[in-house]
């Protein structure tokens, strides 16, 4: 079994490992303008870190170690946000701001209030795409919200999610006005401890061993440019016995009739090529195994 964890380790698929300082150097936290109704709520436990943290410094490194692309626009940061009953109709009067990614119930949020299973956490905010990603279709990820998410843009609704720990995409293209600012609105719900999802030690009136709940967004969210044709995911299945690595990826519609390369960087015997419905095998001549020891990792670049 440990064999097996570090073949998964050592082959899996990195584009790029980023060391990232959480203090950015030459970032400000001075108060601008449209900053001036944040703060870190007081009362709390805090590390020495969140003195760093502020609506121009907000988790700023690309969220996702796999699949990196160059082109993407955080949207962490300031939003609107509201408490209302659960059952009541999309909401155009918002409580105040909200510092995404951090869950409503925490100080970095600026909120720390209870959402409850009888109520609805809405959010709000504009944003615009670069010019640059003219023709480009426009995906919007979310890395986590818990529990219950659904998404509108420009008032059309893009979708829902259920899950609070996976992270999830909309396409939002076709929602998307020519130009100038897009809206977005993200509702959610989350019964804690009253419904059947995972929760972990979550609880809606934490004592003892029990934590307060998670509600709402707490992970990046971003947008991202890509082309018609692109890929959707990968599936890599290391065989540690024969140095092979199976290689699986789900792409979009317009990509079907198209070749895939993929191309483990520094060995450049180690290539592949085939149809995108068709795996690709890459062949690796003594795989380095990752261990605590040696902690080596394979860098993977797909075209």
């Not at 509201?82 to 999309?90: E, F, L, R, V």
């Not at 918002?94 to 100080?107: C, G, H, M, T």
């Not at 008032?155 to 929602?175: L, V």
Request: glycine share 6%; proline share 6%; charged share 25%.
């Amino acid at each position: 079994m440990q064999s097996r964890l570090n073949t998964i380790m050592s082959l899996i698929n990195r584009n790029r490992l980023w060391l990232v300082l959480f203090a950015v150097l030459g970032v400000s936290c001075n108060t601008a303008p449209r900053q001036a109704d944040y703060k870190v709520v007081d009362g709390g436990l805090v590390t020495g870190w969140a003195g760093q943290v502020c609506p121009k410094n907000v988790l700023g490194r690309y969220p996702r170690p796999q699949m990196v692309r160059k082109r993407w626009l955080n949207l962490n940061g300031l939003w609107d946000y509201a408490i209302k009953p659960k059952d009541q109709p999309q909401t155009n009067k918002f409580d105040s701001r909200i510092l995404v990614p951090f869950p409503v119930e925490s100080a970095l949020s600026g909120v720390k209030k209870t959402v409850g299973s009888e109520n609805r956490l809405w959010y709000r905010r504009t944003f615009e795409i670069p010019h640059k990603w003219k023709g480009k279709r426009i995906l919007l990820h979310f890395g986590a919200v818990d529990w219950e998410t659904v998404v509108w843009v420009n008032g059309k609704k893009i979708g829902s999610h259920r899950g609070g720990y996976d992270p999830f995409s909309f396409d939002i293209t076709d929602a998307l006005k020519r130009k100038g600012k897009q809206q977005l609105i993200v509702s959610v719900w989350d019964p804690t401890d009253k419904n059947w999802q995972s929760r972990g030690k979550q609880v809606s009136k934490p004592k003892g061993i029990w934590y307060t709940a998670v509600t709402g967004i707490w992970q990046t969210v971003w947008l991202e440019p890509v082309a018609p044709a692109y890929i959707k995911s990968l599936k890599i299945t290391p065989d540690i016995n024969t140095g092979n690595v199976h290689i699986n990826a789900d792409c979009s519609k317009d990509a079907a009739d198209l070749f895939l390369e993929a191309k483990l960087k520094g060995i450049p015997s180690s290539k592949a090529k085939n149809k995108v419905s068709k795996d690709l095998l890459l062949s690796i001549k003594e795989p380095k195994l990752w261990s605590p020891d040696s902690p080596f990792l394979y860098d993977l670049n797909m075209l």
